[in-house]
């Protein structure tokens, strides 16, 4: 059997260590799993997730020059579901500006938005020239 990345194979960890877990693949080859690769949570300790001899299915995400196979276990799996109202914006108290004032309506549509950013953006030019054309009426004199 023959695997390259992206490949998802069975293995069996076969060492474990503070940076990640090696396991055993098919055709006598092995490959490393590195800490970051073992799941979606925060991995402080691989013994804490992974035991030797545990069967594990694996993703191979790189092959390097040398051979070496790098792979990932939760690559191998769906990612755990994201929780309700974890998103952009969570956790943000809805309505209300700044000191209790009302929050200025967001435009609805790109477009919208772009006009209120041109104009915005005029408006801070205009500003701009106008304060060098004064700064350098200054300097004549």
């Known amino acids: 059997m023959e ?9 069996k ?3 474990i260590t503070k940076f990640g877990a090696f396991v055993s693949l098919p055709e006598g080859k092995s490959g490393l799993v590195h800490i970051s690769e073992i799941a979606y949570s ?18 191979v995400i790189g092959i ?3 051979g070496r196979i790098n792979l990932s276990i939760k690559k191998a799996m769906d990612p755990p579901p994201r929780p309700a109202g974890a998103g952009r914006g ?8 700044f000191r209790g004032r009302p929050a200025p309506a967001e435009p ?6 772009l006009k209120q950013f041109m104009a ?5 030019l205009s500003e701009l020239r106008q304060a060098e054309r004064r700064s350098s009426r200054r300097g004549r004199k």
């Not at 991995?43 to 993703?59: F, P, R, S, T």
């Not at 969570?90 to 500006?97: C, V």
């Not at 915005?120 to 801070?124: L, M, P």
């Open 3 to 11: 695997f390259g990345v992206g490949s998802v194979v069975e293995g």
């Open 108 to 113: 609805a549509t790109f477009e919208d938005r």
């Open 42 to 59: 925060y991995v402080n300790d691989v013994k804490e997730h992974l035991k030797e001899g545990q069967e594990v299915k694996v993703k």
């Open 90 to 97: 969570a956790g943000r108290p809805q309505g209300g500006g």
């Open 13 to 15: 960890v076969t060492g």
């Open 120 to 124: 915005s953006s005029d408006s801070k």
């Open 64 to 66: 390097d020059e040398n």
